[in-house]
């Protein structure tokens, strides 16, 4: 069974563009999560969709939005790049069982870095 | 506001020895913890879980403790090995059915041959 996938693996940007992230999860899997990983802090929830609906959101600002299709595939785009937005961006993917946590299966991540 | 706090950024311990990796939390509603391990340009990959209702969980040469009281759980590896030189990151959740978890710093574990 292929993994999560994420596209691009690697990403430069200056201040001010936006950048488009993709992530394809684990077949079957309708959840999917995006985390936001700079050193020192951990990974920081950015939001999680369902069923194409987000369900979750973290403390990001506006400008971090996502969406997610009928085939689960999902997208994150951040506006308005700022030096601070550089970090390794990683999606997971899981089942959603009723009543339970869900193991959740993670991407490689897309490294962005802003100039 | 840090809700999961691991402490001790890095972590050395010698082949064969036990490892003790240390997580604390804040948030009392929290009751799934898991702990991933992440090695370089890869996603973390999950190691072991354990809910509030228990306050062990062993599988293989993982264990993690869970102290409630004390709002700390605890990975243990033994014995480590080489291979097992990663970034360790624990993890808590405090509501089924959502996948939102908060995740801590990580510790970066090297195992000395």
């Known amino acids: 069974k292929a993994g999560v996938t994420q596209t691009p693996r690697y990403l430069i940007k200056t201040r001010g563009q936006q950048v488009t992230l993709s992530c394809s999860p684990i077949?079957?899997?309708?959840?999917v999560s995006w985390y936001q990983q700079t050193p020192g802090q951990g990974l920081q929830f950015l939001f999680e969709y369902f069923s194409e609906t987000q369900r979750n959101k973290g403390n990001f600002p506006g400008r971090f939005s996502g969406r997610q299709f009928s085939n689960s595939r999902s997208e994150m785009n951040v506006s308005t790049l700022e030096l601070g937005d550089s970090a390794l961006y990683l999606c997971?993917?899981?089942?959603?069982?009723?009543?339970?946590?869900?193991?959740?299966?993670f991407g490689p991540g897309t490294r962005l870095t802003v100039l | 506001d840090q809700q999961v706090k691991q402490n001790s950024p890095s972590l050395s311990v010698q082949e064969g020895r036990i490892s003790i990796l240390n997580c604390d939390y804040t948030n009392s509603m929290f009751d799934y913890f898991l702990w991933y391990k992440k090695y370089p340009a890869e996603g973390p990959t999950f190691l072991i879980s354990i809910s509030s209702i228990k306050d062990k969980n062993e599988d293989g040469r993982f264990t993690v403790f869970l102290n409630k009281s004390a709002k700390h759980l605890s990975l243990h590896i033994v014995p480590s090995q080489p291979g097992d030189s990663a970034v360790y990151f624990c993890?808590?959740?405090?509501?089924?059915?959502?996948?939102?978890?908060?995740f801590g710093s990580g510790t970066k574990l090297n195992v000395k041959p």
């Open positions: 077949s079957g899997h309708r959840s």
């Open positions: 997971a993917s899981s089942l959603f069982r009723v009543e339970s946590y869900n193991e959740q299966f």
């Open positions: 993890a808590a959740s405090a509501i089924k059915n959502f996948n939102k978890f908060y």
